[in-house]
C-alpha cells in the first residue's frame, strides 16, 4: 500500500488512473473472459460423486502444492485480503474517466434492495463494483440471503466474483449456505472454486473435507485450468487459522 501511494505521488494522476483500469481489464480478461459462456466440459459431476480420501493437510503437502503465478481465484483472494488496494484504483480511475457515470447515479440513488439487485445481475461496470459493493452491504440482511439465492442457479464470472467479495465483506459466517449451494445446486467450476477459497476463512468441520476433495479433482480433470488454486487457498487459510489456535493454546 505504502508503495502505491508513493508511487501515484512520483507520476502523473492520470495516467495511473488509466494504467490502473486498463491492467485489470486486461487481467481480468485473461484471465477468466467473464463474459463468455461456460465451456460445457466446466460442469462438474454431483458434489457426492467426488471422494479423494480423507485430508491430510501438514506442511509438506502446503509446499508440494503451489498455487499458479496468474489465476482468477488467486486474484479474488488478493482483493479479499486488501480491499482497500481496489477502492483505491476505484476512486483514483473514476476521478478522471467518465464511464459508467449514469450508472454510477443510480447506484447513489437507488435505496431499495431489488433495484441494487438489478444492476447487481446485469453485469456492473467495473469502475462501479466497488460503490455498488459497498450500497449492497448497507442493506447485508436482506441483500445477501438474495444473493445466496440467485448463486444457486448458473451466473456470471462477474457476479460470482461481485457476490464473493460482498460475502466476506459482511463479516459474517455463511459457510452453510455455501456448502449447501456447493452440495446442492452449483456445478459450475469456476463458481465452485471461488466458494471453496470463500470457505476456507470460516470455522466449519465439514470445508477441509470439500475442498480437499475439489482440490485434487480439479488438479486431476482440469489440469489446464487454475480452479484448483480456489480450494488450495481455502486449505491454506484452514492450515494457518489451525496454527493460530494452536499457539493460542500453548
Sequence with gaps: MKFI??????TNEKEVAEMNLALVEVGKNILNNSTKPRNIHHILPPHDTINC???????????????????????IYSILLTPEIEALA??????????GV?????IENTEDVSGLMNIMLNGPDFLNQVKLKNKLLRYKNVAIP???????????DAFIELAIKIIHASGEDY?????????VNQRDAYAVALFCMLLGFYD????????????????EYFHDETYSDGPLLGLDEIKVRKKEHLFGVL
Design 5 to 10: 501511494l508513493e508511487f501515484v505521488t512520483r
Design 53 to 75: 480420501g480423507q485430508p491430510l493437510l501438514d506442511e509438506t503437502f502446503l509446499k508440494t502444492n503451489t498455487v499458479h503465478e496468474l489465476s482468477a481465484p488467486r486474484f
Design 90 to 99: 476505484s476512486e483514483m480511475t473514476n476521478q478522471f474517466l467518465d464511464r
Design 102 to 106: 449514469i450508472e454510477s447515479r443510480l
Design 146 to 156: 438474495l444473493i445466496m439465492q440467485e448463486l444457486k442457479r448458473p451466473q456470471s
Design 175 to 183: 459457510s452453510n449456505e455455501i456448502l449447501e449451494i456447493i452440495k
Design 204 to 219: 466449519n468441520g465439514e470445508t477441509e473435507k470439500v475442498l480437499w476433495n475439489y482440490y485434487h479433482y480439479f488438479k
